[in-house]
């Protein structure tokens, strides 16, 4: 298994590693924030990625999203010391295979994670019931309102550019200067978190609920 570890703090990943490799596992190489581990997984095409969540200049929750959009072979574990309900239930939404504690026994550790190579999840008897509970419920009905702090400020941007005509993949990619898989990431996220189906349905909600503000040439 070929791993790559993304954590901001040297001591834990030098840790990790040793940790890792005295289990003959491969460590292909370090990342310090969530982009640096994006580009490292483009470049070194590890089996599992090993990923905090609480990083700088990319957080490992918005870094795991990316992946699974564009890299979505590759299996991200989310390695974190939060036990925090809404983050175990964010991360396995956004695509992360399993969601392990830092504070784990080593033995569980490795069990876990050659679960991972065989396609299982990596979660733990209590985080697997926490979350058969949280899906278990009845979905909320779609909201008449919307919440301003929903979208993240790049979701924004690419819900402005739908509004003004801007709705394939390749147009926003360009207007954005992002891969197309990127914006189909937003674009999903974004029918997440208004409840809604397709690109239409935002862009009416958009304007019905005053989402974006319109120019006079664009209104």
Do not use: C
């Not at 700088?56 to 979505?72: F, N, S, Y």
């Not at 301003?148 to 801007?166: F, I, K, N, S």
Request: proline residues 4%; negative net charge.
């Amino acid at each position: 298994m070929r791993i790559l570890i993304a954590d901001d703090h040297t001591l834990f990943r030098d840790s990790l590693r040793s940790l890792l490799e005295a289990h003959d596992v491969d460590v292909v190489g370090e990342a310090e924030n969530g982009e640096q581990a994006i580009q490292l997984t483009w470049q070194l095409k590890p089996d599992v990625v090993l990923m905090d969540l609480s990083m700088p200049v990319l957080d490992g929750m918005e870094a795991t999203k990316r992946l699974a959009a564009e890299l979505p072979e590759v299996k991200v574990v989310i390695l974190t010391a939060s036990d925090d309900d809404s983050n175990l239930f964010e991360a396995i939404k956004s695509g992360a295979k399993g969601y392990l504690l830092k504070d784990l026994e080593s033995r569980q550790f490795f069990s876990l994670l050659e679960g991972v190579g065989r396609g299982e999840p990596a979660l733990t008897p209590t985080l697997a019931r926490k979350l058969l509970d949280e899906f278990a419920r009845p979905k909320k009905r779609a909201r008449e309102s919307w919440d301003p702090d929903a979208l993240t400020e790049r979701e924004q941007e690419v819900l402005e550019l739908m509004v003004t005509g801007v709705t394939s993949n390749r147009r926003l990619a360009k207007q954005l200067g992002v891969s197309e898989n990127t914006v189909k990431f937003h674009v999903r996220n974004i029918l997440d978190k208004l409840h809604l189906h397709n690109r239409a349905q935002v862009v009416a909600y958009a304007l019905r609920h005053g989402m974006v503000e319109l120019t006079p040439e664009e209104d």
